[in-house]
T-cell receptor, first 112, second 116 residues
Framework: GDSVTQMEGPVTLSEEAFLTINCTYT??????LFWYVQYPGEGLQLLLK?????DKGSNKGFEATYRKETTSFHLEKGSVQVSDSAVYFC???????????FGTGTSLTVIP | NAGVTQTPKFRVLKTGQSMTLLCAQD?????MYWYRQDPGMGLRLIHY???????AKGEVPDGYNVSRLKKQNFLLGLESAAPSQTSVYFC???????????????FGPGTRLTVL
């Protein structure tokens, strides 16, 4: 079945460091791929998405490219801020069905 | 728009008690979902609905029932709560079916449930 494997955390970085959170997926067909962010005590919010191979999603300085050949959708940011501290979830939507599949989440803490 | 709201925000139950969690959305979305979030396991789909009057099982449906009598509301019921159902529950919705280009989920703020 479809699934998402996400880099385990927690991740701790200094402010202005480079961030990469790895995400790989298994899916039949051509899913859409997502990164969601969850701030403490809140629900998940969409950070970015890509709907087809080679698409790049971007938002708030974060980027991820849909790589069909490596079945990956790694999240990157060139310079993290303290306000980026949150839990990040990689997810895919199954276009042949009605379901979404989430990774286990990666907790990021950015220290000043 | 209030978006997706969940009631209650917190609840403590004793084993064997029942309760209903309410999810409401005012965006006229067709699809609605219930997830549970547990440490180290991400979000797991409990049940979902593709429209008013429809429901379907997700990955972990046992011990839960749902109803979608009105398009804007999706109820999650626990008939006989167990400690294993201690979790944070999230509701989400999307405007239309997958593949339509509108498959971004909108999440509620969550309900933290503890079963003693």
């Amino acid at each position: 079945g479809d699934s998402v494997t996400q880099m385990e955390g927690p991740v701790t970085l200094s402010e202005e460091a480079f961030l990469t959170i790895n995400c790989t997926y298994t899916a039949t067909g051509y899913p859409s791929l997502f990164w969601y962010v969850q701030y403490p005590g809140e629900g998940l919010q969409l950070l970015l998405k890509a709907t087809k191979a080679d698409d790049k999603g971007s938002n708030k300085g974060f980027e991820a490219t849909y790589r069909k050949e490596t079945t990956s959708f790694h999240l990157e940011k060139g310079s993290v801020q303290v306000s980026d501290s949150a839990v990040y979830f990689c997810a895919l939507s199954d276009r042949s069905g009605n379901q979404f599949y989430f990774g286990t989440g990666t907790s990021l803490t950015v220290i000043p | 728009n209030a978006g997706v709201t969940q009631t209650p925000k917190f609840r403590v139950l004793k084993t064997g008690q029942s309760m209903t969690l309410l999810c409401a959305q005012d965006m006229n979305h067709e699809y609605m979902y219930w997830y549970r979030q547990d440490p180290g396991m991400g979000l797991r789909l409990i049940h979902y609905s593709v429209g008013e009057g429809t429901t379907a099982k997700g990955e972990v449906p046992d011990g839960y029932n749902v109803s979608r009598l009105k398009k804007q509301n999706f109820l999650l019921g626990l008939e006989s709560a167990a400690p294993s159902q201690t979790s944070v529950y999230f509701c989400a919705s999307i405007p239309a079916g997958l593949g339509s280009g509108t498959d971004t989920q909108y999440f509620g703020p969550g309900t933290r449930l503890t079963v003693l």
